[in-house]
């Protein structure tokens, strides 16, 4: 924003921008508009995104360039009520999974000329709905909230939020969402393992996060009981979504159950982790103890063995959220009917099973 308000003085002054080693002058809409033949109406709608014919908007487009012309955006915010921005709130910025949808999310907003503006909570659901809010009082076009757990405070933020909003990763009751269909996903995987194993375990995250503590393990108690197992014998402990995590509850289940023959994990990470755990315990993958987890993340290609997993489209994920969140902007109405998108899924066996 300082940037902006420095390229745009008035026509009287200079701009000493070093560009190529010129001085480059300030030019206004007016300027340019009679530089290149036309109206400063039509000048404004070509950066406003207005129906302008082709032979127009390449005369425009050779003065501003030839003039190094950067538009104001905060005053074309006051002008016109869109900035051009899309708020993107994500939990944590190093996690494989959401590096995935992010490259979705961006990609996709550039082919609809948005710019993107993140915020990262860190794992604190309270700064989800100061972002909520934060990302309203600056104008964004909408929000695309990459959802954790359902809070009171946070769903009272999403019901009174004045702009457009998608979650990505959990279905959000009376919330436009997209998500991944992670009962029957870790259902399946568990299907796989049970007909290799007896004695398994389950590392699972939180329940209050639906989607991957409530939903898989869910998935993992229905394949027990399609198996005719009681889900009495299945041995579980909690983890949180790392590595480090995953290997503190592999040691306390084995210390619990050293039997233990296969493990299914709610993320690769946790998987990963845990595999440490069981190399270190003088164990062998798969030989004396099998291991599954759920992400398809690019480690579980270089570890050995390679790790039996679910492919969830997360870069599909972030594409579909965009193009959900600008048909509700492009419609104009703030009374739209609720989405709800859930995207498949495909089981990779390898090594580790």
């Not at 005053?75 to 490259?103: C, E, F, N």
């Not at 550039?110 to 009082?137: A, F, H, P, S």
Request: some cysteine; proline content about 3%; hydrophobic content about 40%.
């Amino acid at each position: 924003m300082i940037l902006y308000g420095w390229l745009q003085r008035s026509d009287k002054e200079w701009n000493v921008r070093d560009y190529k080693h010129k001085r480059v002058k300030a030019v206004t809409i007016k300027e340019i508009a009679e530089e290149a033949g036309v109206s400063s109406a039509a000048v404004s709608r070509y950066f406003n995104g207005g129906s302008l014919g082709a032979e127009k908007q390449q005369r425009i487009r050779e003065v501003v360039e030839r003039n190094h012309y950067v538009p104001n955006a905060m005053a074309q915010t006051m002008r016109t009520g869109k900035s051009g921005q899309i708020g993107v709130i994500v939990p944590q910025i190093h996690s494989d999974s959401l590096s995935q949808i992010m490259t979705g999310i961006a990609g996709e907003l550039e082919q609809n000329d948005y710019t993107l503006i993140l915020g990262c909570t860190d794992g604190k659901w309270e700064k989800e709905v100061q972002y909520i809010e934060t990302m309203q009082r600056n104008k964004m076009e909408g929000i695309i909230l990459m959802g954790t757990v359902m809070t009171p405070y946070l769903n009272h933020a999403i019901k009174s939020c004045q702009i457009p909003l998608v979650v990505t990763g959990q279905c959000f009751d009376g919330v436009p969402s997209v998500f991944y269909d992670d009962r029957n996903a870790m259902r399946e995987l568990a299907a796989l393992m049970l007909k290799k194993r007896k004695n398994i375990a389950y590392i699972g995250v939180t329940e209050e996060d639906v989607a991957v503590g409530k939903l898989r393990k869910q998935g993992v108690c229905q394949a027990f009981e399609d198996a005719g197992r009681k889900t009495e014998q299945l041995m579980t402990d909690v983890s949180d979504f790392s590595v480090e995590g995953g290997y503190m509850a592999m040691e306390r289940l084995l210390k619990k159950n050293p039997h233990i023959d296969g493990v299914l994990c709610a993320t690769d990470l946790i998987a990963h982790g845990a595999m440490r755990a069981i190399r270190e315990a003088g164990k062998r993958i798969p030989k004396d103890i099998s291991i599954a987890g759920i992400g398809n993340s690019w480690a579980d290609m270089v570890s050995e063995p390679q790790l039996t997993t679910v492919q969830l489209y997360f870069e599909r994920c972030g594409q579909t959220a965009v193009a959900l969140l600008t048909d509700m902007i492009k419609s104009g109405s703030t009374d739209h009917p609720i989405s709800h998108i859930m995207l498949g899924y495909s089981v990779i066996e390898r090594g580790s099973i």
